[in-house]
Structure formats: C-alpha cells, structure tokens
T-cell receptor, first 113, second 113 residues
Framework: GDSVTQMEGPVTLSEEAFLTINCTYT??????LFWYVQYPGEGLQLLLK?????DKGSNKGFEATYHKETTSFHLEKGSVQVSDSAVYFC????????????FGKGTKLSVIP | EAGVVQSPRYKIIEKKQPVAFWCNPI?????LYWYLQNLGQGPELLIR????????DSQLPKDRFSAERLKGVDSTLKIQPAELGDSAVYLC???????????FGPGTRLTVL
C-alpha cells in the first residue's frame, strides 16, 4: 500500500538557519504530494503541494520539488523564523484528482531565537 | 469565513464510558472526514462522508465506533465503550468535494483513564 516516510524529529534550529525535512514515498500510480503544517493547538493547514513530477510547490518561503526518480519531496526553507515552529507532515494522494491522503508521522520543528 | 469547528476540544473519561465528538464543517462543504491521530503519528482516515452518505468507512472499528452525518452537515463520532487505547486526537476535516483541498479542525484530544 501507499506510505510516506519522514525524517525523525524533533529538529531544533536557530533562527535564520536553513531547514530541510526529508520525505520519501511509496505509491502505486502517480501520486500528488503535499506538505501540511500543524501549529500548536491548531488543525493541519496545507502548506504546499505538487501534482506531477518536477513540479515545485512553494509558500511562505518553503519549497519542495517532486522528484519521481528518487520518490522524494523534501521540504526546504532558506531562513527559518521562530514562528515556523510547528509539526510538519508530508502526505500523498493517489487517483486522479483525489484528495484521499496518506500521511507521514510528522516532524516537529523548534526554532530558537 | 468560519473554519471547521470541533467540540469538545478536550475530553477525559474513564474506560468503558461512552464519548461523542461533534464536527461542524465549513459551510457548503459536501465532503467530511474523520481522522484518528495517535501521539507521534500522522492522521489516519476513519470515515469519509459525501453529503449524508458514508462512502468509505473501511478503517472505522465498527464494534465500538459509530458515526453519523444527519442532513449532510454536522457530524458526530461516537465511541462506546471507550478503551485505554482510544486515547488520541480525533480530527475532522471538510472539503467542497472529494477532489478539493481538505480543511482541518483543531481536533478533540481524548484521554481514557
């Protein structure tokens, strides 16, 4: 079945550091890929997405590129802020136009001043 | 526009007691999802509704869990009786249709003692 593997957390970075959170997937067909963010006490929010190979999703300074050859969708940000502290979930969906989501376990990011 | 509303936000019960969670989706959203999120894990789908019809309940433990979405708007998820292993966060999400982005509520954190 479909699955998503994320790097283990927690990740602690100083403000303005570079962020990478690794995500790889296993899926049949051609999945769409997503990154969700969950701030403390809030629901999950869609951060960015990519629907086909080589697509780059971006939002709020975060980027991720859909690499079909390596089945990866790593999240990056050039300079993190304290307000980026949250749990980040990589997810995929399969089936044309489907939003039936399979999530990774999440990676907790803490950014310290 | 109001987001997905869930209540209660927190619930503590003794094992073998019943418990119910309520979800009010975003107005006009036809698709409603209930997810289970165990500590340190990503959300896992329990059930999906299209209007008032449960179209995917394959992951719902039907011996103790039940759900309903009367009139295709609000939804209730019930557990009877609760077990220690049910301690988790129960998330509700909604989308305009199955082919659109899901919006998540803040969740209900259940603790079974």
């Amino acid at each position: 079945g479909d699955s998503v593997t994320q790097m283990e957390g927690p990740v602690t970075l100083s403000e303005e550091a570079f962020l990478t959170i690794n995500c790889t997937y296993t899926a049949t067909g051609y999945p769409s890929l997503f990154w969700y963010v969950q701030y403390p006490g809030e629901g999950l929010q869609l951060l960015l997405k990519a629907t086909k190979a080589d697509d780059k999703g971006s939002n709020k300074g975060f980027e991720a590129t859909y690499h079909k050859e390596t089945t990866s969708f790593h999240l990056e940000k050039g300079s993190v802020q304290v307000s980026d502290s949250a749990v980040y979930f990589c997810a995929l969906s399969t089936g044309a136009g489907s939003y039936q989501l399979t999530f990774g376990k999440g990676t907790k990011l803490s950014v310290i001043p | 526009e109001a987001g997905v509303v869930q209540s209660p936000r927190y619930k503590i019960i003794e094992k073998k007691q019943p418990v119910a969670f309520w979800c009010n989706p975003i107005s006009g959203h036809n698709t409603l999802y209930w997810y289970l999120q165990n500590l340190g894990q990503g959300p896992e789908l329990l059930i999906r509704y299209e209007n008032e019809e449960a179209v995917d309940d394959s992951q719902l433990p039907k011996d103790r869990f039940s759900a309903e979405r009367l009139k295709g708007v609000d939804s209730t998820l019930k557990i009877q009786p609760a077990e220690l292993g049910d301690s988790a966060v129960y998330l509700c999400a909604s989308s305009h249709t199955f082919h659109n982005e899901q919006f998540f509520g803040p969740g209900t954190r259940l603790t079974v003692l």
